[in-house]
T-cell receptor, first 113, second 114 residues
């Protein structure tokens, strides 16, 4: 299987911007995703980007994709304490034809007041 | 309705018990998935159903038995589990089985095997 790599921990102050980085290995991935998981909860789809795009913005979230370097980032503007959670990037598992996702290990974001 | 609903939210079972996890969606999605998530780990795919047929089984032990009675429901039958099977079990669905479609996850069932 392919590995999706993320840094494990990020700490920011409320109001700052947060940038969570991810590298993936499967160049055939058509969609790349960001999910948020709060403690004890399921996964919440935050946003996704199609592989022929290099940027997508959705309110406070900006996704940047560098397909050449297989690098994906999620920027959260004006980070709030409610943004504290684990953030997973995920890529489509090759050309299986299904939305089978390979997840990174997750980045724990801690936002302090 | 844009939800994937899983029941129960929490389950404690003994190693000789038989129990079932349930997942339901009413979004008309034709692909449904079971993932397993151990503590502090990412989710890992277990099964994929496409149009109510089992399409992918990621070498999951037979003590886990999936079932898709109709296009809205997905069950996971559990029998003779081990303590190491304790995890968060996540159900997901997607509109179709093409690769270009997002998956929506339920809140999960937290399973403890004693």
């Amino acid at each position: 299987g392919e590995d999706v790599e993320q840094s494990l921990f990020l700490s920011v102050r409320e109001g700052d911007s947060s940038v969570i980085n991810c590298t993936y290995t499967d160049s055939s991935s058509t969609y790349l995703y960001w999910y948020k998981q709060e403690p004890g909860a399921g996964l919440q789809l935050l946003t996704y980007i199609f592989s022929n795009m290099d940027m997508k913005q959705d309110q406070r979230l900006t996704v940047l994709l560098n397909k050449k370097d297989k690098h994906l980032s999620l920027r959260i503007a004006d980070t709030q304490t409610g943004d504290s959670a684990i953030y997973f990037c995920a890529e489509q598992a090759g050309d299986s034809g299904y939305s089978t996702l390979t997840f990174g290990k997750g980045t724990m974001l801690l936002v302090s007041p | 309705d844009t939800e994937v609903t899983q029941t129960p939210k929490h389950l404690v079972m003994g190693m000789t018990n038989k129990k079932s996890l349930k997942c339901e969606q009413h979004m008309g999605h034709r692909a449904m998935y079971w993932y397993k998530q151990k503590a502090k780990k990412p989710p890992e795919l277990m099964f994929v159903y496409s149009y109510e047929k089992l399409s992918i089984n990621e070498s999951v032990p037979s003590r886990f038995s999936p079932e898709c009675p109709n296009s809205s429901l997905l069950n996971l039958h559990l029998h003779a589990l081990q303590p190491e099977d304790s995890a968060l079990y996540l159900c997901a669905s997607s509109p179709r089985t093409g690769g270009d479609t997002e998956a929506f996850f339920g809140q999960g069932t937290r399973l403890t095997v004693v």
